[in-house]
């Protein structure tokens, strides 16, 4: 009986290990996106193809952190000693399996979104699109100033995109694609300034390494206010409606408060606290794409 208890801990601890490996609210998120973007693009709207969209989403999301902590392992025993791979707690080898699963079961939805009379080839470009980029970012793009953080905003701000293929009507999603960018790239940025610590001690040449905590701190600020002014843009134009705009003056305020009127310093904590507010923010975008529909 003891034996059987002992295996039975290990498992769990091995579940809760993988679990925060892959980061499933980061793919939910993602996922959740697609029907976003589903909802936009048409009513009624086909919510087969995009529950598949959404799937792919999901686990290209969860493939990328897991291979993301792989490549990260060095930087990550300094930034985030927690994390499964950094702590010992997974193998590098067994997180590399992980996360090319989880790219072959995203691809794997995408191959059926292209079958005939579904949405056609563009769901699997935009897949193999994730898989690439990701891989490119892991591998080598992380530590290019700037040009790793355009190409993680992209890929996160996408799945609105796949929403709007799966509807076979991608056009209607390019505005809220390039403001869920901003926001995408505005995080993207404050990371760099948490993590600069391990990112420095590895030569890791990231924006806040190359040029100051203060820089990176800076250039967020800069494209938050882009975002800002950019945000007004799809209601002036009538692509949506005041239930937008309501959601809209929310986020507005949380990111003029967090990066106009408060003036934070550059430190760790300071960064760390966007991050979370900026978290919030993405997801307060996706409710405002949807109230402003009705």
Same mark, same amino acid.
């Given at each position: 009986?003891?034996?059987?208890?002992?295996?039975?801990?290990?498992?769990?601890?091995?579940?809760?290990?993988? #679990?925060? $490996?892959?980061?499933?609210?980061?793919? +939910?998120?993602?996922? &959740?996106? *697609?029907?976003?973007?589903?909802? %936009? @693009? =048409?009513?009624?709207?086909?919510?087969?193809?995009?529950?598949?969209?959404?799937?792919?989403?999901?686990?290209?999301?969860?493939?990328?952190?897991?291979?993301?902590?792989?490549?990260?392992?060095?930087?990550?025993?300094?930034?985030?000693?927690?994390?499964?791979?950094?702590?010992?707690?997974?193998?590098?080898?067994?997180?590399?399996?992980?996360?090319?699963?989880?790219?072959?079961?995203?691809?794997?939805?995408?191959?059926?979104?292209?079958?005939?009379?579904?949405?056609?080839?563009?769901?699997?470009?935009?897949?193999?699109?994730? #898989?690439? $980029?990701?891989?490119?970012?892991?591998? +080598?793009?992380?530590? &290019?100033? *700037?040009?790793?953080?355009?190409? %993680? @905003? =992209?890929?996160?701000?996408?799945?609105?995109?796949?929403?709007?293929?799966?509807?076979?009507?991608?056009?209607?999603?390019?505005?809220?694609?390039?403001?869920?960018?901003?926001?995408?790239?505005?995080?993207?940025?404050?990371?760099?300034?948490?993590?600069?610590?391990?990112?420095?001690?590895?030569?890791?040449?990231?924006?806040?390494?190359?040029?100051?905590?203060?820089?990176?701190?800076?250039?967020?600020?800069?494209?938050?206010?882009?975002?800002?002014?950019?945000?007004?843009?799809?209601?002036?134009?009538?692509?949506?409606?005041?239930?937008? $705009?309501?959601?809209?003056?929310?986020?507005?305020?949380?990111?003029?408060?967090?990066?106009?009127?408060?003036?934070?310093?550059?430190?760790?904590?300071?960064?760390?606290?966007?991050?979370?507010?900026?978290?919030?923010?993405?997801?307060?975008?996706?409710?405002?794409?949807?109230?402003?529909?009705?």
């Amino acid at each position: 009986m003891a034996g059987s208890s002992g295996q039975g801990s290990r498992s769990a601890f091995d579940g809760a290990a993988v #679990v925060s $490996l892959v980061r499933p609210l980061n793919g +939910a998120i993602a996922a &959740a996106a *697609v029907f976003v973007g589903a909802f %936009v @693009a =048409a009513r009624p709207t086909a919510w087969g193809p995009a529950a598949l969209g959404a799937a792919a989403a999901f686990f290209a999301t969860s493939g990328a952190n897991a291979l993301n902590d792989v490549s990260d392992l060095a930087t990550d025993r300094v930034n985030r000693p927690e994390r499964p791979v950094a702590a010992g707690r997974i193998r590098p080898q067994r997180a590399r399996e992980i996360g090319l699963g989880g790219y072959a079961a995203a691809l794997a939805c995408a191959v059926v979104l292209s079958r005939p009379g579904g949405p056609g080839i563009q769901a699997f470009t935009l897949v193999a699109a994730w #898989v690439a $980029l990701t891989i490119l970012y892991s591998s +080598a793009a992380k530590g &290019a100033p *700037v040009a790793g953080n355009v190409v %993680v @905003a =992209a890929v996160a701000a996408s799945p609105l995109l796949m929403g709007g293929i799966t509807q076979r009507n991608v056009g209607a999603t390019f505005l809220p694609f390039w403001l869920a960018f901003l926001i995408h790239l505005t995080r993207e940025i404050v990371k760099d300034g948490e993590d600069v610590e391990g990112d420095r001690a590895t030569d890791v040449r990231t924006l806040a390494v190359a040029a100051g905590p203060a820089a990176s701190l800076a250039a967020a600020r800069l494209v938050a206010i882009v975002a800002m002014a950019l945000a007004i843009v799809p209601y002036a134009l009538g692509n949506f409606g005041p239930g937008y $705009l309501a959601v809209v003056v929310l986020l507005e305020g949380i990111l003029g408060w967090r990066f106009v009127l408060s003036r934070p310093e550059p430190s760790r904590e300071t960064f760390r606290a966007l991050s979370r507010a900026l978290k919030i923010v993405m997801v307060l975008g996706l409710v405002a794409f949807v109230a402003g529909v009705f």
